[in-house]
């Protein structure tokens, strides 16, 4: 291989972290947040499932209206990227806001749960609309669309076995419960955030 073709591999895996990154949100979310409900807020299963099932229906439209929301709206910056990281960035945050354990009334917690429940994955659908729709934007060949799709694919699976390795342990890592879940959700926005600004740059060219 030469050296164009190797810094172009190394621009598909730079990409690809992008998925790293976002990937442990993911598998966090997928198995951790129906515990973190009934075992640390002490919600009743019912009501933990019933709150979940509802909040996933609202929650599939945004990637809809991110994807209308992207086709329409174009910064200076570029058209997908600065949506990435500002995804990214809102993603982490309200993350973070919605593994908090606040005290106050039931109803109200419920409620402070799904809007910041909601926000989070809107931000996610912003920045996971944008990152895919990227790999059109910076694919010169067909080569290029499945290298990048690829690559992507290939960093998101080690993303799950790196988790699946350690994510408990970082959970548990705590006395509190609820501290464990605060550090790991700023782990996976770090993460999340990071992965984002290294997929920008790699495909700025």
């Given amino acids: 291989m030469n050296t164009r073709g190797i810094k ?22 997928g198995y951790q947040l129906l515990y973190f409900l009934t075992d ?32 329409r ?19 982490a945050i309200f993350t973070l806001l919605f593994f908090i354990k606040y005290n106050c009334d039931l109803r109200f917690q419920i409620g402070l749960f799904c809007l910041f429940y909601l926000l989070a994955y809107t931000s996610y659908n912003l920045m996971w609309v944008s990152y895919r729709s990227m790999v059109g934007a910076a694919s010169m060949t067909a080569e ?25 342990s970082l959970l548990f890592a705590f006395r509190n419960i609820e501290r464990g879940y605060a550090f ?8 999340m955030i990071g992965g984002m600004l290294i997929s920008a740059r790699a495909t700025k060219e």
């Fill in 144 to 168: 290029d669309n499945v290298s990048y799709t690829a690559c992507s694919a290939q960093l998101g699976g080690c993303a799950s076995l790196i988790y699946g390795a350690c994510g408990t």
């Fill in 8 to 29: 172009q591999q190394a621009r598909y895996y730079l990409y690809g972290l992008g998925e790293f990154g976002f990937t442990f949100f993911l598998v966090f979310i």
């Fill in 40 to 71: 640390v807020l002490a919600w009743p299963p019912m009501l933990a499932a019933t709150v979940y099932a509802v909040i996933q229906w609202f929650e599939s439209t945004t990637s809809v209206l991110m994807g209308f929301f992207v086709d």
């Fill in 184 to 191: 790991c959700a700023a782990i996976c926005g770090v993460l």
């Fill in 73 to 91: 709206m174009c910064l200076k910056w570029g058209k997908f990227r600065p949506w990435m990281i500002i995804g990214s960035i809102g993603c």
